[in-house]
């Protein structure tokens, strides 16, 4: 018997933004699949305007399981994370801990197959780079959203968040930014 997916399965009670009043609360479940999808998009993008060769598919896949250590550990809000140095390193042990106890549920047959997306490769850096470039888009697209709906709570962070995405040196974020973001300032009546 192994755990593994009913533990997955519980992204859905691990919520974001634990240290701000958020007018729609994102559980981590939500958050993976923008992730993906976006991800994906980057993925996409990279390929179709800048010469990438990189596997949308797969880095959809290792996005839905970026956040998969949570489970274990909770969401740990950015301040706490990256209070210090010291902060950070420890957190990133008890990721890497979490990790291994979830990789560690799967049937032996099964762990060649989500070694790569639980632990990483070294030949993925390019999938992971759109991963991490998505994971803070998404992060930006939901201090816009909460703004929107007249939450001032993510005004600092919208500003801090938006200085960290525009300043990631991939040509295929500048192009989501220019392309897709100005939409998530509209509402729906707008967007028609």
Same mark, same amino acid.
């Given at each position: 018997?192994?755990?593994?997916?009913?533990?997955?399965?519980?992204?859905?009670?691990?919520?974001?933004?634990?240290?701000?009043?958020?007018? *729609?609360?994102?559980?981590? *479940?939500?958050?993976?699949?923008?992730?993906?999808?976006?991800?994906?998009?980057?993925a996409?993008?990279?390929?179709?305007?800048?010469?990438?060769?990189v596997?949308?598919?797969?880095?959809?896949v290792?996005? =839905?399981?970026?956040?998969?250590?949570?489970?274990?550990?909770?969401? =740990?809000?950015?301040?706490? /994370?990256?209070?210090?140095?010291?902060?950070?390193?420890?957190? *990133?042990?008890? !990721?890497?801990?979490?990790?291994? /106890? =979830?990789?560690?549920?799967?049937? !032996?047959?099964?762990?060649?197959?989500?070694?790569?997306?639980?632990?990483?490769?070294?030949? !993925?850096?390019?999938?992971?780079?759109?991963?991490?470039?998505?994971?803070?888009?998404?992060?930006?697209?939901?201090?816009?959203?909460?703004?929107?709906?007249?939450?001032? !709570?993510?005004?600092?962070?919208?500003?801090?968040?938006?200085?960290?995405?525009?300043?990631?040196?991939?040509?295929?974020?500048?192009?989501?930014?220019?392309?897709?973001?100005?939409?998530?300032?509209?509402? =729906?009546?707008?967007?028609?």
């Amino acid at each position: 018997m192994s755990h593994f997916f009913a533990y997955l399965s519980r992204m859905k009670f691990i919520r974001r933004w634990g240290l701000m009043r958020n007018t *729609q609360p994102e559980n981590i *479940q939500e958050h993976t699949a923008r992730v993906a999808m976006i991800a994906h998009a980057l993925a996409v993008i990279k390929n179709r305007f800048y010469h990438g060769q990189v596997d949308p598919a797969r880095t959809a896949v290792l996005a =839905l399981y970026h956040d998969a250590s949570e489970v274990l550990t909770g969401d =740990l809000p950015t301040p706490v /994370k990256y209070f210090n140095p010291d902060m950070r390193a420890t957190y *990133q042990k008890i !990721e890497t801990q979490a990790v291994k /106890k =979830l990789f560690d549920m799967l049937p !032996e047959k099964l762990k060649e197959d989500y070694r790569s997306i639980l632990i990483g490769d070294e030949s !993925e850096k390019e999938h992971r780079a759109l991963v991490k470039a998505a994971d803070k888009l998404c992060a930006y697209l939901k201090c816009l959203e909460e703004i929107s709906a007249g939450n001032p !709570e993510f005004s600092k962070a919208e500003q801090s968040l938006r200085k960290t995405v525009e300043a990631i040196n991939l040509p295929e974020v500048g192009y989501f930014l220019d392309t897709f973001v100005p939409s998530f300032k509209l509402t =729906l009546d707008e967007l028609e």
